[in-house]
């Protein structure tokens, strides 16, 4: 069963910067396509970015293009999502995903199997 644990969220001001860590454990992360999700209160969960397995392709909701960059460390088990110039809009609970199946990028939350509990990222104006 695999397991993803998210840290790194926190207070921080318009303008500033935060990288959050999706730690994966009990299956072969390597394999996968990973993704970030976002869900601020009162809205649906909305995709921010996703990577392949090997970390070649990436993909990123048009709001965090140029400013947050997904990586991955496969020796590490551990995905990152790298945010910068944070605007308050970005308040949200982020959470990691894993997607067993994928022919191509995946987008949306019901192509992802696996969750992470999510971390709370809040910006200040």
């Known amino acids: 069963q695999v397991q993803l644990m998210e840290s790194g969220g926190g207070l921080v001001q318009a303008g500033g910067s935060l990288r959050l860590s999706c730690a994966a454990s009990?299956?072969?992360?390597?394999?996968?396509?990973m993704g970030w999700f976002r869900q601020a209160p009162g809205k649906e969960r909305e995709f921010v970015a996703a990577?392949?397995?090997?970390?070649?392709?990436?993909y990123y909701a048009d709001s965090v293009k140029g400013r947050f960059t997904i990586s991955r460390d496969n020796a590490k088990n551990t995905v990152y999502l790298q945010m910068n110039s944070l605007k308050p809009e970005d308040t949200a609970v982020y959470y990691c995903?894993?997607?067993?199946?994928?022919?191509?990028?995946?987008?949306?939350?019901?192509?992802?199997?696996?969750w992470g509990q999510g971390t709370q990222v809040t910006v200040s104006s």
């Open positions: 995903a894993l997607a067993r199946f994928s022919l191509a990028m995946p987008v949306t939350s019901a192509e992802y199997d696996y």
């Open positions: 009990g299956g072969t992360f390597s394999s996968y396509t």
């Open positions: 990577i392949s397995w090997s970390g070649g392709s990436t």
